[in-house]
C-alpha cells in the first residue's frame, strides 16, 4: 500500500507561510501583495476556479481585486487592461484566466504581462529562466511548482539518480515539470499520445508524474514497483453507482490499482488540486517581496 500525499495538507502550510510572510511586509511598512485576477466570459470551470483564487488571496491578507469582463470584450480592451495593471504599484501578480474567447490571442495576452508580475510564469522571460535552470529569479507555473513540492515531501530537494517520466507535453504543466525534475538532476523523459510502448516506459520510472486529461489512463501495471506518482488530472466522469445522473472526479491514474504498487501517490481530489492555488500565493507574495527591495522567500 503507497504512501498517500496529502496535497490539501502541504497547500495549507503553504498558505499558512504566505500568511505570515505578508503580515511581516505589513510590519515593514511596504503594505500588502497585490493579485489581480481577471477572466473573460462565463466558462462555469473557469468562474469556480477565479472565485477561489480570490477567495484564498484575501485569506492571505493580500489587496484581492478580480476583473470580470464581458465574453464579448475585445484583445485591444484586454490588452489596455494588462498595460494599467502592470503600471498599478499596488498589484504585484496578474492572473489572465485561461482558456480566453475566440477573438483574443492569448500568446499575445500573455506576453503583454509584465514578467516580474506574471505570477502564473507563462511570460517567455520566465519560461527562458526556468530552461536555462535560473529558478532563483523564475516565476515557475503553479501546478508543476507545487508538483515539486509534493515530491520533496517524499523524496528530498535532490533527486540525482531518479528516472522521472511526464506524460503530457503542455506549456502549462508537462514542459514546466521536466524542466524542475532535470534541475533537480533526474534523468527526464516527456511523453505524449505518439510515444512508442508508453506502459513499458512508464514502468521506468521512479517518479511518474500524469498530466494528459484522460481519465484513469495510467494502469497499476505502468507503475514501476515503490515509485512516486504525481497525478495532475483532474477528470468528471459519470458516477451512475452514485445515482442517476451524478458524476464523480477522478485523475489520470487508476488509483485503485496504482496504490497497490507505489510507493507514494497523490490522490484525486486532494493531491495535486489544491497546490495549484497555494503556489499562485506563494508567487503573488514573491512578487511582493522582490518589488519592495526585500529578499526573495522561498518555499
Ligand atoms: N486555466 C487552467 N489552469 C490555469 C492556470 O494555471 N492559469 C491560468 N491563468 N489559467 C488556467
Known amino acids: 500500500m503507497a504512501q498517500v500525499i496529502d496535497g490539501k495538507n502541504v497547500a495549507e502550510e503553504v498558505v499558512r507561510k504566505v500568511k505570515a510572510l505578508t503580515g511581516d511586509l505589513a510590519a515593514q511598512g511596504?503594505?500588502?501583495?497585490?493579485?489581480?485576477?481577471?477572466?473573460?466570459?462565463?466558462?462555469?470551470?473557469?468562474?469556480?476556479?477565479?472565485?477561489?483564487?480570490?477567495?484564498?488571496?484575501?485569506?492571505?491578507?493580500?489587496h484581492s481585486v478580480q476583473h470580470t469582463l464581458d465574453a464579448a470584450t475585445t484583445q485591444a480592451e484586454l490588452l489596455a487592461l494588462i498595460s494599467r495593471l502592470?503600471?498599478?504599484?499596488?498589484?504585484?501578480?496578474?492572473?489572465?484566466?485561461?482558456?480566453?474567447?475566440?477573438?483574443?490571442?492569448?500568446?499575445?495576452?500573455?506576453?503583454?504581462?509584465?514578467?516580474?508580475?506574471?505570477?502564473?510564469?507563462?511570460?517567455?522571460i520566465n519560461v527562458g529562466k526556468?530552461?536555462?535552470?535560473?529558478?532563483?529569479?523564475?516565476?515557475?507555473?503553479?501546478?508543476?511548482?507545487?508538483?515539486?513540492l509534493l515530491i520533496?515531501?517524499?523524496?528530498?530537494?535532490?533527486?540525482?539518480?531518479?528516472?522521472?517520466?511526464?506524460?503530457?507535453?503542455?506549456?502549462?504543466?508537462?514542459?514546466?515539470?521536466?524542466?524542475?525534475?532535470?534541475?533537480?538532476?533526474?534523468?527526464?523523459?516527456?511523453?505524449?499520445?505518439?510515444?512508442?510502448?508508453?506502459?513499458a516506459l512508464a514502468r521506468t520510472a521512479d517518479i511518474l508524474v500524469a498530466a494528459v486529461g484522460r481519465p484513469e489512463m495510467v494502469r497499476g501495471d505502468w507503475v514501476k514497483p515503490g515509485a512516486t506518482v504525481i497525478d495532475v488530472g483532474i477528470n468528471r466522469i459519470p458516477?451512475?453507482?452514485?445515482?442517476?445522473g451524478k458524476t464523480r472526479l477522478v485523475g489520470d491514474v487508476a488509483y485503485a490499482e496504482a496504490e497497490k504498487v507505489a510507493g507514494a501517490i497523490t490522490p484525486v481530489p486532494g493531491g495535486v488540486g489544491p497546490m495549484t492555488i497555494a503556489m499562485l500565493m506563494a508567487n503573488t507574495v514573491v512578487s511582493a517581496y522582490l518589488a519592495a527591495g526585500l529578499d526573495r522567500p522561498s518555499f
Open 30 to 62: 511596504k503594505g500588502k501583495p497585490g493579485l489581480a485576477v481577471v477572466i473573460v466570459g462565463e466558462d462555469p470551470a473557469s468562474q469556480v476556479y477565479v472565485a477561489s483564487k480570490s477567495r484564498t488571496a484575501k485569506e492571505c491578507g493580500f
Open 86 to 124: 502592470n503600471a498599478d504599484p499596488e498589484i504585484h501578480g496578474i492572473l489572465v484566466q485561461l482558456p480566453l474567447p475566440g477573438q483574443i490571442d492569448a500568446g499575445t495576452v500573455i506576453q503583454a504581462i509584465a514578467p516580474e508580475k506574471d505570477v502564473d510564469g507563462f511570460h517567455f
Open 130 to 148: 526556468l530552461g536555462t535552470g535560473e529558478l532563483e529569479t523564475a516565476f515557475v507555473p503553479c501546478t508543476p511548482a507545487g508538483s515539486m
Open 152 to 199: 520533496e515531501r517524499v523524496r528530498g530537494k535532490d533527486l540525482s539518480g531518479l528516472n522521472a517520466v511526464v506524460i503530457g507535453r503542455s506549456n502549462i504543466v508537462g514542459k514546466p515539470m521536466a524542466n524542475l525534475l532535470l534541475s533537480a538532476n533526474c534523468t527526464v523523459t516527456v511523453a505524449h499520445s505518439r510515444t512508442r510502448d508508453l506502459p
Open 239 to 244: 458516477a451512475p453507482e452514485k445515482g442517476e
